[in-house]
């Protein structure tokens, strides 16, 4: 499938007017009220009544233990501080687990559900954007990602500190990735600094058939994605644990060969992109491939013409560092563990770069081994330097 766009334009980001009173944008929403989404009840036989809620009395522990190490310890919530908790009806356990614990340290605990949006980088309802620009502490668990949004680069700018939560469900809440100490991730994630200094080139292989090469700028590697989101505009994924930055526009090629997992699922079939000049030019790998010419395609769509190939931009690259973290086939996970690599197609603008396109979907590399420059990184999912 050879790129039926034309190259980039010159068109900055489009800016948004999101000015509106909060009690305007509160009664012009389209949030959904939390008691609707209560479910009906089921009948059950008495033992398994009780074995399901012996079950669901040790869930709501763990899920208040997550809760409270994400507002005590990952944002570090200070008393009085206005805290916004966004979450969507797949996400509503988790969002009320947060408001609990947020409001054991701070009385402005604002907790909003709003619609399941359709893919990752969608931006949410103007209410929510209008109450994020208003906010200190903003935390998202939804099922597709808000950090790739104008909203929240909107309200990173107008100080708040923000973690969001793309595909989080309460077993990956509970365990796994979000189970890990992160002041040991973000001590070990600050001692590559010296690793990464004054490396250009990344080189980028696997067994499945990966062999890409490309330019960074070693300034600007992302060393904050730790967990720890406890200052003004910082941003931050939970679980956290990862390294990542923006691949100089137009230096990528090659093949690049995603063996784990593509937008939250793992994959049956090897999904081969082929890169040239920084854009995806060619998708194989069978069913997930046609979903993917599909998504972006109406991404395209939604652009003006020659602005539509900067939906193939190869937007970000990062590697794992958190040993807690599972292939599990949840891209909030899966790009974390320790020994993965990935790269994401779609909008780069968070990090700096041109491709301001709506959508950023992330694909996992299970074994991957990494260059940067002649210094070793990752051999064969190995991560060698300690």
Not at 260 to 286: F, R, Y
Not at 295 to 308: D, H
């Amino acid at each position: 499938m050879v790129s039926p766009f034309r190259r980039k334009g010159k068109d900055g980001t489009p800016k948004t007017s999101e000015d509106t009173d909060l009690n305007e944008a509160i009664s012009e929403s389209e949030l959904i009220p939390i008691t609707e989404l209560e479910p009906s009840p089921v009948i059950v036989p008495e033992s398994e009544e009780v074995q399901q809620e012996e079950s669901e009395v040790g869930m709501d522990k763990l899920m208040q233990k997550s809760a409270v190490t994400v507002i005590d310890t990952c944002m570090d919530l200070r008393r009085g501080e206005n805290i916004l908790i966004v979450c969507d009806p797949t996400t509503t356990d988790i969002g009320q687990a947060l408001h609990d614990a947020a409001s054991k340290r701070s009385d402005r605990v604002l907790l909003v559900v709003m619609p399941k949006g359709r893919h990752h980088g969608e931006e949410p309802p103007a209410p929510v954007v209008n109450l994020m620009r208003q906010q200190q502490v903003v935390i998202a668990p939804t099922r597709y990602s808000l950090t790739h949004t104008r909203a929240v680069r909107q309200a990173i700018k107008d100080g708040a500190r923000v973690a969001t939560m793309p595909g989080m469900t309460n077993e990956m809440f509970t365990s796994g990735g979000m189970s890990a100490d992160f002041a040991l991730i973000k001590k070990n994630i600050g001692e590559m600094t010296p690793v990464l200094r004054r490396k250009r080139i990344v080189n980028v292989k696997s067994a499945a058939g990966t062999n890409v090469t490309f330019e960074v700028n070693w300034r600007e590697w992302k060393l904050d994605d730790n967990g720890i989101c406890n200052r003004p505009r910082m941003l931050t994924n939970l679980p956290a644990g990862k390294i990542f930055t923006l691949p100089r526009e137009g230096t990528m090629n090659g093949p690049i060969v995603i063996d784990g997992s593509w937008d939250s699922t793992l994959v049956d079939e090897p999904v081969v992109l082929q890169i040239e000049d920084g854009l995806v030019v060619d998708v194989k790998g069978g069913t997930a491939a046609a979903q993917i010419r599909q998504a972006f395609g109406e991404a395209a769509k939604r652009l003006r013409n020659k602005e539509q190939e900067n939906v193939w931009t190869v937007a970000e690259f990062g590697f794992g560092m958190n040993p807690q973290a599972r292939l599990i086939g949840s891209v909030l996970e899966d790009e974390k563990r320790l020994g993965t690599a990935y790269f994401s197609i779609g909008d780069n603008t968070t990090l700096g770069g041109t491709a301001a396109v709506g959508i950023h979907v992330s694909g996992v590399m299970n074994s991957p081994s990494i260059w940067l420059d002649e210094t070793v990184l990752v051999e064969e999912g190995q991560f060698l330097l300690k």
